[in-house]
């Protein structure tokens, strides 16, 4: 058992890592609701109304781009804070799949290989 008392200090600093993961959750639980109701909206359109057709793939590409964005920035956050394995936040946060659209920088879909260095990190656990 440990006989040492938790400075003010790192208390506060427990509470800004979670109070800033939390916010990073929030708002990509927003950007994530925003895509999949871009996704329906974009497949909901007729196929005759070419012209709206794409304006509304345009703006599901923005929303994507959002989404994906955040939910990097949320596993930057979550690699901050010691957790390292983020095949949940793919599991529980699908995001719309387009085809021709590569996936994400940072997709936990694909692990490790999308963050700098973690091709050398993936690499390193297959040799090890």
């Given at each position: ?30 950007y994530h609701r925003e895509a999949w109701r871009a996704m329906e909206v974009w497949e909901g359109c007729p196929e005759g109304a070419l012209n ?77």
């Amino acid at each position: 058992m440990n006989n040492f008392e938790q400075l003010p200090v790192e208390r506060e600093i427990a509470e800004e890592m979670a109070n800033s993961l939390g916010r990073i959750g929030r708002r990509f639980a927003g950007y994530h609701r925003e895509a999949w109701r871009a996704m329906e909206v974009w497949e909901g359109c007729p196929e005759g109304a070419l012209n709206h057709k794409r304006h509304l793939e345009e703006a599901l590409h923005r929303a994507l781009d959002l989404a994906e964005k955040t939910r990097y920035h949320l596993i930057i956050q979550r690699e901050a804070i010691g957790l390292r394995e983020h095949s949940e936040v793919a599991r529980k946060f699908l995001l719309p799949k387009l085809n021709g659209r590569p996936p994400a920088a940072g997709d936990p879909a694909i692990p490790r290989l999308s963050f700098a260095g973690g091709f050398l990190r993936a690499r390193r656990m297959k040799i090890s």
